[in-house]
């Protein structure tokens, strides 16, 4: 049994830590988190041991009446690997805390791309992180855009690819962010850190992503325009997307019309917080014209980089290879809706 240490338990690391617990080849050793509040209480209930990421701050743990099992250091020691799921920047300064006890570190999408050697993306290039000390797990709208065009490019090449990224402005919990009633092109300066984000996993692809963001929690919206190297009718796309596994291919007949029906669809679907793992991609906005294919996908910031984690929790391991890894994630967290 992998051994998994969760330092950072917001919204990231809470749900790596439940999907690890789903996993038959892991368990979860504990959770580090900086201050009691509402998580680390559910932390407790739900049977992790919580470990304090910050000593001065053990204390206000015991004042909350919460049991701390011990420093974070002393959960980084035991563990097989941990899961760096701080917030942006903090995960670069924990690194130094994995090298002194040599444990293998998974970092996500808000860190810099030059802090690890490997961006990881499962689908994509999962063989990259086979055994590294240190790998980012791409960011959410990185995710998604790696998961579409890696069938694209094998099945048919791809010359160019533009993308706008309309993004939500916060998190549903995240009640200091905006904007409020704005629509803000953000960056204004072209391209969005996306394009070169995609450029880790894929370092030949040539491609611009522009980003906004809106008054919106629930998800992001992607508009993607990839020119391929061959001519491709629209129903061949749609049937290389239907084969992947963290695909999504919304049908007309459902009549999801956006992202708040797609929550609502993932919730009537029983699905732990209204978790959507997949890209949502909207079938009929599937559409070719010569070599341009189009469409439109949603993307669940909060959850779709989670099934990512625990493939990368393998990769570095060496606890299995991709379509193994990929096969007992989906089948476990229950990802195909
Ligand atoms: N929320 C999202 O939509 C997505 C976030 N990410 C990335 O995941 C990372 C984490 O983001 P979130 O989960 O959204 O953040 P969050 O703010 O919800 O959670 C971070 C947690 O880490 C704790 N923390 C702060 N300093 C710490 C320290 N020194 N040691 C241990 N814990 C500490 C915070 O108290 C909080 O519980 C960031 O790199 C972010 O860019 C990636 C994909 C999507
Ligand atoms: O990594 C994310 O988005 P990004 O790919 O637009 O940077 C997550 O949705 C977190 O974004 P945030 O930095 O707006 O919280």
Redesign the pocket.
Known sequence: MLQVAI???????KRVADAVRQQPDMEVLGV????PNF?AETAIEKGFALYA??EEREELFAEAGLEIAGP?EDLVADADVVVD????G??A??KELYEEYDTPALY????DADLTDVSFNARSNFEDAVDADHVRVV??NTTGLSRVIAPLREAYGVEKVRATLVRRGG?PGQTSRGPINDILPNPVTIPSHHGPDVETIFPDLDIDTLGMKVPATLMHMHSLNVTLEEEVDAADVRELFADESRLFLIPERMDIDGSGKLKEYALDAGRPRGDIWENCIWEESVSTVGRDCYLFQGIH??SD?VPENVDAIRAVTGAADAEESIETTNETLGIGF
Do not use: L
């Open positions: 330092n950072g338990y917001g919204t990231i690391g580090a988190k900086t201050r998580e990421a910050v974070v799921a701080t917030p942006s903090i995960g300064q924990n996500q999408g808000g860190e960011s959410c998190d910031q909060e980089v």
